[in-house]
């Protein structure tokens, strides 16, 4: 299968249609799929429901996207960098699905796994547990939670080759592997592509079968999401 796109990341942002579920990777603005949510913003994509873990910030990463009205419903954890998003939550203008951060992991990790749901402590007795089976296992209360899948992933990697293969570097690694596992379609960007063979095996993070496309990025501008410093 040819993976590689050669021209450019609109062609990845012209696979995803209207009203599409996409996971995207990264960890605050770390590891953030830089370029495909620019290349979706220029595109105009809208009615989006996005999986992940962050909102962005106002004028950076998702937060270009929630600025343009162009996502209809965030899945997330942790989201108080972003005050449009809260704007748009308090206002009732998007839906929003707030999950805590270890069971937002393990869902998706049981949606790339094929697993059909698992039982946790964590919100048990909270609105979190409204509406959903609960079970008493060993004299503990648990919560039953349900994989999650989307039609695409975007995820971001250190290096890449051209069979789809991906490292990814330090806190990049947090949701990029697994949301790679867990939808339909996984496309993915990365700082430098290499030819096959150039990547040793054995530090492969996501092996190639789950990447459908990848293509180079170009000016990551690495932004800090809250710098702190401190005298001396």
Known sequence: MHRVLQSSDLKAAALVPDGASIMVGGFGLCGIPENLIAALHRRGTKNLTVI???????????????KSR????????????????????????????????GTFSERIRAGG???????????????????????????????????LNADFAFVRAWKGD?????????????????????????????ETLVEPGALDPDAVHTPGIFVKRIFQGAAYERRIEKRTTRDG
């Open 52 to 66: 992940s873990n962050n909102a962005g910030v106002d004028d950076f990463g998702l937060g270009i996207l929630l």
């Open 70 to 101: 162009q996502i209809r419903k965030m899945i997330s954890t942790y989201v108080g960098e972003n005050k449009e998003f809260e704007r748009q939550y308090l206002q009732k203008e998007i839906e929003v699905e707030l999950i805590p951060q």
């Open 113 to 147: 796994a094929g697993i059909g749901g698992f039982f946790t402590p964590t919100g048990y007795g909270t609105v979190i547990a409204e509406g959903k089976e609960t079970r008493v296992i060993d004299g503990r209360h648990y919560v039953l939670e349900m994989p």
């Open 162 to 190: 051209r069979q789809g293969n991906l490292v990814y570097r330090r806190t990049a690694r947090n949701f990029n592997p697994m949301m790679a596992t867990a939808a339909q379609v996984t496309i993915a960007e990365v």
